[in-house]
Nanobody, 122 residues
Framework: QLQLVESGGGLVQPGGSLRLSCTAS????????IGWFRQAPGKEREGVSC????????NYADSVKGRFTISRDNANNTVYLQMNNLKPEDTAVYYC???????????????WGQGTQVTVSS
Protein backbone atom coordinates (compact mmCIF):
# COMPACT_ATOMS: atom_id res chain seq x y z
CA GLN A 1 0.00 0.00 0.00
CA LEU A 2 1.52 3.29 -1.08
CA GLN A 3 1.65 5.80 1.70
CA LEU A 4 2.27 9.48 2.20
CA VAL A 5 4.12 10.99 5.14
CA GLU A 6 3.08 14.21 6.86
CA SER A 7 5.28 16.33 9.10
CA GLY A 8 5.36 19.77 10.67
CA GLY A 9 2.57 19.56 13.21
CA GLY A 10 2.91 20.75 16.77
CA LEU A 11 1.64 23.03 19.49
CA VAL A 12 1.21 26.69 18.61
CA GLN A 13 -0.48 29.66 20.25
CA PRO A 14 -3.53 31.31 18.68
CA GLY A 15 -2.41 33.63 15.91
CA GLY A 16 0.68 31.58 15.25
CA SER A 17 1.81 29.72 12.15
CA LEU A 18 2.84 26.23 11.12
CA ARG A 19 3.88 24.70 7.84
CA LEU A 20 2.91 21.11 7.16
CA SER A 21 4.72 18.97 4.61
CA CYS A 22 3.51 15.92 2.71
CA THR A 23 5.86 13.64 0.85
CA ALA A 24 6.17 10.05 -0.35
CA SER A 25 9.13 7.75 -0.74
CA UNK A 26 7.63 5.11 -3.01
CA UNK A 27 5.94 7.18 -5.70
CA UNK A 28 6.01 10.62 -7.23
CA UNK A 29 3.34 13.03 -6.09
CA UNK A 30 3.20 14.91 -9.38
CA UNK A 31 1.01 12.15 -10.81
CA UNK A 32 -1.72 13.11 -8.35
CA UNK A 33 -3.85 15.90 -7.04
CA ILE A 34 -3.06 16.28 -3.35
CA GLY A 35 -5.55 17.18 -0.68
CA TRP A 36 -5.16 18.16 2.95
CA PHE A 37 -7.81 16.97 5.38
CA ARG A 38 -8.28 17.32 9.10
CA GLN A 39 -10.24 15.55 11.78
CA ALA A 40 -10.90 16.89 15.24
CA PRO A 41 -12.03 14.64 18.10
CA GLY A 42 -15.71 13.83 17.79
CA LYS A 43 -16.00 15.49 14.40
CA GLU A 44 -16.14 14.26 10.84
CA ARG A 45 -13.14 14.52 8.56
CA GLU A 46 -13.04 17.84 6.72
CA GLY A 47 -11.38 18.61 3.40
CA VAL A 48 -9.18 21.67 3.95
CA SER A 49 -7.39 22.33 0.69
CA CYS A 50 -6.50 20.69 -2.59
CA UNK A 51 -3.98 21.32 -5.34
CA UNK A 52 -3.92 19.93 -8.86
CA UNK A 53 -1.01 18.01 -10.34
CA UNK A 54 0.56 21.06 -11.90
CA UNK A 55 -0.36 23.40 -9.06
CA UNK A 56 -2.43 25.50 -11.43
CA UNK A 57 -5.72 24.81 -9.65
CA UNK A 58 -6.26 25.22 -5.94
CA ASN A 59 -9.27 25.00 -3.68
CA TYR A 60 -9.87 25.82 -0.01
CA ALA A 61 -12.56 25.17 2.52
CA ASP A 62 -14.31 28.38 3.55
CA SER A 63 -13.09 27.90 7.11
CA VAL A 64 -9.44 28.38 6.09
CA LYS A 65 -9.62 30.78 3.14
CA GLY A 66 -7.26 33.71 3.57
CA ARG A 67 -5.29 31.93 6.31
CA PHE A 68 -3.98 28.72 4.73
CA THR A 69 -1.93 28.38 1.56
CA ILE A 70 -1.29 25.12 -0.27
CA SER A 71 1.67 24.73 -2.62
CA ARG A 72 3.70 22.00 -4.20
CA ASP A 73 7.32 21.48 -5.15
CA ASN A 74 7.26 18.63 -7.62
CA ALA A 75 11.03 18.66 -7.96
CA ASN A 76 11.26 17.76 -4.28
CA ASN A 77 8.16 15.55 -4.29
CA THR A 78 6.55 17.60 -1.53
CA VAL A 79 3.27 19.41 -0.97
CA TYR A 80 3.01 22.08 1.71
CA LEU A 81 0.24 23.61 3.75
CA GLN A 82 1.19 26.97 5.22
CA MET A 83 -1.17 27.78 8.07
CA ASN A 84 -1.24 31.33 9.40
CA ASN A 85 -3.37 33.06 12.03
CA LEU A 86 -4.20 29.71 13.59
CA LYS A 87 -7.26 29.44 15.79
CA PRO A 88 -8.16 26.93 18.50
CA GLU A 89 -10.78 25.48 16.17
CA ASP A 90 -7.99 24.49 13.77
CA THR A 91 -6.88 21.89 16.30
CA ALA A 92 -7.04 18.49 14.62
CA VAL A 93 -5.04 15.68 13.11
CA TYR A 94 -4.07 16.77 9.61
CA TYR A 95 -3.75 14.25 6.80
CA CYS A 96 -2.63 14.51 3.22
CA UNK A 97 -4.04 12.29 0.52
CA UNK A 98 -3.33 11.65 -3.14
CA UNK A 99 -6.08 11.29 -5.69
CA UNK A 100 -6.09 10.85 -9.45
CA UNK A 101 -8.83 13.46 -9.84
CA UNK A 102 -8.56 17.10 -8.74
CA UNK A 103 -12.35 17.24 -9.02
CA UNK A 104 -12.71 14.91 -6.04
CA UNK A 105 -9.62 15.65 -4.05
CA UNK A 106 -11.38 17.56 -1.27
CA UNK A 107 -13.69 14.60 -0.82
CA UNK A 108 -11.58 11.47 -1.11
CA UNK A 109 -8.09 10.09 -1.42
CA UNK A 110 -6.59 6.94 -2.92
CA UNK A 111 -3.48 7.01 -0.75
CA TRP A 112 -3.21 8.53 2.72
CA GLY A 113 -0.67 9.48 5.32
CA GLN A 114 -0.76 8.68 9.02
CA GLY A 115 -1.48 12.25 10.02
CA THR A 116 0.22 14.94 12.07
CA GLN A 117 -1.29 16.57 15.15
CA VAL A 118 -1.85 20.32 15.17
CA THR A 119 -2.84 21.86 18.50
CA VAL A 120 -3.66 25.55 18.81
CA SER A 121 -3.80 26.61 22.41
CA SER A 122 -2.55 29.27 24.76
Amino acid sequence: QLQLVESGGGLVQPGGSLRLSCTASEFTLDHFAIGWFRQAPGKEREGVSCISRSGGSINYADSVKGRFTISRDNANNTVYLQMNNLKPEDTAVYYCAADNSYYYCLQRGLYWGQGTQVTVSS
